[in-house]
């Protein structure tokens, strides 16, 4: 592990500026993924800026109808509020199928979207890798890709190029978000500013080393809930290769509302299956409007999957991902229309 000088600012402000002035500065939240990342050398920080006291660990509800919740909120704490549980079970559930308890006791509403992806070869130094060192390499691309990307990659991705980056987006509660149409608060050193939380990641594009759009020294204050009408549903459904502790092959969550039999409202995010949760909007152009049955949900489901591109590899490749994604979909909607 690198030496690193280590800061506990006073307030956020004076957090942002210390991330601002040093290219080689992070901030520390609850830490689940970053300690890690130092002790396998992915991360090789110069300063690390301990922010887990300067946001709120308050969620409290806004104007409209929908909560705020403050960065330092841990994911025990939102999947166990009340307000949570009843509103956005979508959320909670996520959660709750995210990690363990112990790591659930330390992870924050503002850390747990910014996990990094948990490929083999970027957590292995020893091995190209163009997320960890730009320009090395993809050595998923032929490799193990179990857990890799179907959605939003390249058509032919190509080891030996740059840009080439197969991998997923490991956050549960990330899922969640995106199909809740939350919004991230964010402070910066040009000041706050908000941004739609399907914004925040990106694709691999001409940069895998970017796993979102947040400036250096860019800290996620707060995360909004809008208010979801009377009626809405809403689930998170996961499947992994273990009941426990495992990220996502395949991860679905859906917020529906239906009235008269035909779907009024509906937003779909997939995890496991790309480099950011997934807002599967074919699927949900395909069913707005559209009687809940689940001929329907099959439709819309096999719409989102039609570009998907699997990859081949030593353990077989994760082609399974595609028939296994569509199934979860309409497994979730088929959840919460029970009279479809
Ligand atoms: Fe690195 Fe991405 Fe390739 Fe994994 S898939 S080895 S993270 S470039």
Redesign the pocket.
């Known amino acids: 592990m690198r030496p690193f000088a280590f800061a506990r600012p006073s307030d956020a402000d004076e957090a942002v500026r210390a991330v601002a002035g040093d290219p080689e500065a992070v901030f520390l939240a609850g830490g689940t993924n970053l300690v890690d990342h130092l002790r396998l050398g992915i991360a090789r920080p110069a300063l690390v800026v301990d922010v887990r006291t300067l946001t709120s660990r308050e969620i409290t509800g806004t104007g409209d109808g929908g909560l705020r919740i403050g960065a330092a909120v841990t994911n025990s704490e939102l999947a166990a509020d009340r307000r949570v549980r009843e509103h956005y079970p979508v959320l909670a559930q996520a959660l709750l199928s995210g990690a363990s308890g112990q790591l659930r006791n330390m992870a924050t509403s503002g850390g747990n979207p910014l996990q990094r992806?948990r490929?083999?070869?970027?957590q292995d130094v020893t091995?190209?890798?163009?997320?960890?060192t730009a320009g090395s390499?993809?050595?998923?691309?032929g490799?193990y890709t179990r857990y890799?990307a179907v959605l939003g990659t390249n058509a032919a991705p190509d080891a030996s190029a740059p840009q080439?980056?197969?991998?997923t987006h490991p956050s549960d509660m990330a899922v969640a978000l995106a199909a809740l149409d939350a919004r991230v608060q964010l402070r910066g050193p040009d000041g706050d500013r908000q941004i739609e939380f399907t914004e925040l990641h990106r694709l691999?594009g001409g940069d895998?080393s970017r796993d979102t759009v947040l400036q250096h020294g860019e800290l996620i204050t707060a995360i909004d809930l809008p208010a979801l009408p009377p009626g809405t549903r809403s689930a998170y459904r996961k499947v992994r290769d273990r009941a426990s502790y495992a990220f996502a092959l395949v991860s679905v969550a859906a917020v529906l509302r239906v009235a008269d039999g035909r779907v009024t409202d509906v937003r779909l995010a997939l995890g496991g299956v790309a480099h950011k949760p997934w807002r599967a909007t074919r699927a949900e152009e395909a069913l707005r409007g559209q009687p809940a049955i689940e001929a329907g949900f099959r439709a819309a489901a096999e719409a989102e999957l039609a570009g998907a591109q699997p990859q081949s590899g030593l353990d077989g490749g994760n082609a399974f991902k595609i028939p296994l994604a569509a199934r979860t979909i309409v497994a979730t909607l088929r959840w919460l229309t029970p009279e479809a």
């Open positions: 992806t490929c083999d070869y970027f091995a190209p890798c163009n997320k960890r390499g993809c050595s998923a691309v490799g890799h080439t980056c197969i991998a691999p895998p």
